[in-house]
T-cell receptor
Framework: GDSVTQMEGPVTLSEEAFLTINCTYTATGYPSLFWYVQYPGEGLQLLLK?????DKGSNKGFEATYRKETTSFHLEKGSVQVSDSAVYFCALSIPQGGSEKLVFGKGTKLTVNP | DTAVSQTPKYLVTQMGNDKSIKCEQNLGHDTMYWYKQDSKKFLKIMFSYNNKELIINETVPNRFSPKSPDKAHLNLHINSLELGDSAVYFCASSQGAGFYGYTFGSGTRLTVV
C-alpha cells in the first residue's frame, strides 16, 4: 500500500547548521507530497508542498524537490535557527472519493541548540 | 479567527465513559477529517467526510462514531472509553482532493484513566 518512510530522529543541530531530513515514499499513481511541522503542544502546520515530479516546494527557507525517479522528497534548510525546533512530518496525498487521504511518515524531531 | 477549532483541548476521563470532541471550520472547505496521533507521534486517519457524507472509514472500532451535522462541523463521539484510546485527536479540513493538503486544528489530548 501507499506509505512514507522518513529518517529516524531525533536530530540535534547547532544554530546555522545545514539540515536534511530524508523522506521516501511508495505510492500507486502520482501523489502530491507535503512537509508538515508540529511545534510543541500545537497542531500540524503545512510547511511546503509539491504536486508533480520536479516541482520544488519552498517556505521559510525550507525546500524540498519531488523526485519521481528516486521516489523522494527530502527536506533541506541551509541555516537552521533555534525556532526551527519541532517535529517534521513528510506526507503523501491520495485522492479518495472526493476527499484526500494524507498518509504520514513517523515524524522526525529536530532540536536546534544556540 | 481560528480556521479549524476543536473543543475541548484536554479531556481526562475514566474507562467506560462516553465522551465527545467537537470540531468546526470556518474556511468553507467541503471535507473534514479526524486523525489520531499516538504517543510516538504517529498520525493515522480515522474518518473523512465530504459535505456531510462519510468517505473514508479506516479500521476504527465501532465505539468511535463521527457525526457531521453540516459541512462546517465534524464531531467525534467515543463510547466505552478504553486505556488505549488515550492519544491526541486532530480534526482537519481540506479544500478538495489531491493537491491542497489539510488545515489542522490544535488537537484534543484525551487521557483515559
Amino acid at each position: 500500500g501507499d506509505s512514507v518512510t522518513q529518517m529516524e530522529g531525533p536530530v540535534t543541530l547547532s544554530e546555522e547548521a545545514f539540515l536534511t531530513i530524508n523522506c521516501t515514499y511508495t505510492a500507486t499513481g502520482y501523489p502530491s507530497l507535503f512537509w508538515y511541522v508540529q511545534y510543541p503542544g500545537e497542531g500540524l502546520q503545512l510547511l511546503l508542498k509539491a504536486t508533480k515530479a520536479d516541482d520544488k516546494g519552498s517556505n521559510k527557507g525550507f525546500e524540498a524537490t519531488y523526485r519521481k525517479e528516486t521516489t523522494s522528497f527530502h527536506l533541506e534548510k541551509g541555516s537552521v535557527q533555534v525556532s526551527d525546533s519541532a517535529v517534521y512530518f513528510c506526507a503523501l496525498s491520495i485522492p479518495q472519493g472526493g476527499s484526500e487521504k494524507l498518509v504520514f511518515g513517523k515524524g522526525t524531531k529536530l532540536t536546534v541548540n544556540p | 479567527d481560528t480556521a479549524v477549532s476543536q473543543t475541548p483541548k484536554y479531556l481526562v476521563t475514566q474507562m467506560g465513559n462516553d465522551k465527545s470532541i467537537k470540531c468546526e471550520q470556518n474556511l468553507g472547505h467541503d471535507t473534514m477529517y479526524w486523525y489520531k496521533q499516538d504517543s510516538k507521534k504517529f498520525l493515522k486517519i480515522m474518518f473523512s467526510y465530504n459535505n456531510k457524507e462519510l468517505i473514508i472509514n479506516e479500521t476504527v472500532p465501532n465505539r468511535f462514531s463521527p457525526k457531521s451535522p453540516d459541512k462546517a462541523h465534524l464531531n467525534l463521539h467515543i463510547n466505552s472509553l478504553e486505556l488505549g484510546d488515550s492519544a491526541v485527536y486532530f480534526c482537519a479540513s481540506s479544500q478538495g482532493a489531491g493537491f491542497y493538503g489539510y488545515t489542522f486544528g490544535s488537537g484534543t489530548r484525551l487521557t483515559v484513566v
